[in-house]
């Protein structure tokens, strides 16, 4: 009986956070498919508040869930055992396998994964090697991080554990990229298996760098697989908040309110795909807000501050003129919270027990101690089309007593609010706004395209371009 061969292992390092990893990753998960591998994405180790639910009832982080989407995998667990959500006050969430293990501090989940970690990183690699023939592995932050090697189970473990053919990629934009990729050769744990560098974002000719990159080789005996441009305008979901720092403005009159604690980030993406837009809106240019046409409360870490801070600087005033002024205000999970009359909360001894929300929706909500995880199908409950949709649900906020009429139909019954002015609206489930009936049903203009269909043409584009931009025949004959 002839052996099953266990997939091969590529694994793409960063100078630093944000050189450009995940959207790599992203594009070789594209390339190679379509050269005919069965690839799947994996990350050890995420530490961000953009998070999705995959349709096992799993929470992993936006990123892997595109890498497998460019994958044409349905994502799952498995390729992201480990996501961090990072609480402030010297706190994060911990989601093992998909589930929340709740709030813990820094030592705790230090001393956790110091015990749990590599097994079970083990287990997930292993068996995303028995169904495919290429993982592709992102590593975290940077594998130079020789301060902490003992606990990097998302780049050092790996490294020694499965001595993968690995990628160093820099950003040019940050400066001393031949610098940073020199550096972090000499200090990352078995270079023996580094075997391409990667240049990204790169302006102009990419032919000055040739004398630089001929050095580097000659150093260090490693070639540059490719130069990959600036690419302007990447309509991709974003891995953390430095992908959302902008506002993206298209002649828009739609207002996002990025409180500090703002989570979901991709909740606006569908936004910028749609050519739509929007503004971020804070204290420092609340006063946008007077001139929008539509206002979006997101999801947040932790409502009870960012209720707060909406207080504390007024914006809390210009929701209830604005609203009463008929401009449309829609609260996505927290942001939903927030616009409610009550939030009571037994689970969390350093929060108070009972707040006032802003009032715009004679909505009630208390936390529970499970975590709500799920896909959620919907449809518009006063809409005549009959165009089913589907988001997701991750909160531990429940509606307790709803006094408004219904947003949506869902199999599970009614879900979400709407004043009874008709221009305010709440709901729990993520991924609305990736629904083309809602956004139109909401802004009240014409979408002529789905989400996906645009996601997936936007993967294919920067694939087009990243492949036209390394030496892919090299990388795919190593592999083979």
Not at 12 to 22: D, F, I, L, N, P
Not at 193 to 200: Q, S
Not at 223 to 252: A, H
Not at 389 to 410: A, C, D, M, W
Request: hydrophobic letters at 35%.
């Amino acid at each position: 009986m002839r052996t099953k061969v266990k997939a091969k292992l590529l694994m793409v390092v960063g100078t630093a956070s944000g050189s450009g990893k995940s959207t790599l990753t992203m594009a070789l998960c594209n390339l190679l498919r379509k050269s005919g591998f069965t690839v799947s994405p994996f990350k050890a180790i995420n530490i961000s508040l953009n998070s999705v639910v995959t349709t096992e009832g799993s929470e992993i982080s936006r990123a892997q869930w595109l890498q497998a989407i460019a994958c044409g995998k349905v994502p799952n667990s498995e390729i992201n055992p480990y996501l961090i959500k990072y609480e402030g006050n010297g706190r994060a969430q911990l989601i093992e396998n998909g589930k929340s293990l709740g709030s813990m501090t820094h030592n705790d989940l230090s001393h956790y994964m110091e015990i749990n970690a590599k097994n079970n990183i083990r287990s997930a690699i292993n068996h995303l090697r028995d169904s495919n023939q290429i993982v592709i592995i992102e590593g975290s932050g940077s594998p130079a991080e020789i301060n902490r090697s003992g606990e990097d189970y998302a780049n050092t473990f790996i490294l020694r554990e499965y001595s993968p053919a690995t990628i160093l990629i820099t950003d040019i934009e940050q400066g001393g990229a031949f610098a940073s990729l020199y550096g972090t050769y000499l200090l990352m744990e078995n270079r023996k298996m580094l075997k391409w560098f990667v240049v990204n974002r790169m302006r102009g000719n990419p032919d000055v760098l040739n004398t630089g990159i001929e050095k580097l080789a000659e150093l260090t005996g490693i070639p540059t697989l490719g130069v990959i441009p600036r690419i302007e305008e990447i309509m991709l979901p974003g891995e953390d908040g430095n992908d959302y720092s902008n506002s993206r403005i298209f002649g828009t009159d739609v207002c996002i309110i990025r409180y500090p604690m703002m989570e979901n980030l991709s909740e606006v993406d569908p936004l910028t795909a749609f050519g739509i837009g929007y503004n971020y809106v804070n204290r420092n240019n609340r006063n946008l807000l007077k001139l929008a046409k539509a206002i979006i409360l997101p999801g947040s870490k932790d409502v009870f501050f960012d209720l707060q801070y909406l207080r504390d600087n007024g914006i809390d005033e210009i929701l209830r003129e604005r609203a009463a002024a008929g401009v449309k205000i829609l609260g996505i999970c927290g942001g939903y919270q927030m616009l409610s009359s009550i939030i009571e909360n037994s689970q969390r001894k350093d929060e108070p027990k009972k707040v006032s929300g802003i009032g715009l929706l004679r909505v009630d909500f208390s936390y529970f101690p499970e975590k709500t995880l799920k896909r959620t199908n919907f449809t518009i409950y006063e809409s005549n089309r009959d165009t089913k949709s589907q988001g997701y649900e991750i909160h531990f906020g429940n509606v307790i007593k709803n006094y408004e009429r219904p947003l949506f139909r869902t199999e599970d019954g009614s879900e979400g609010s709407i004043n009874e002015s008709g221009n305010v609206f709440g709901t729990n489930i993520h991924g609305c706004m990736e629904s083309a009936a809602f956004i139109e049903y909401l802004l009240n203009i014409h979408i002529d395209e789905t989400y996906g269909e645009k996601l997936n043409k936007e993967i294919n584009r920067i694939s087009e371009i990243i492949g036209n931009s390394i030496d892919l025949k090299t990388l795919i004959s190593y592999l083979s």
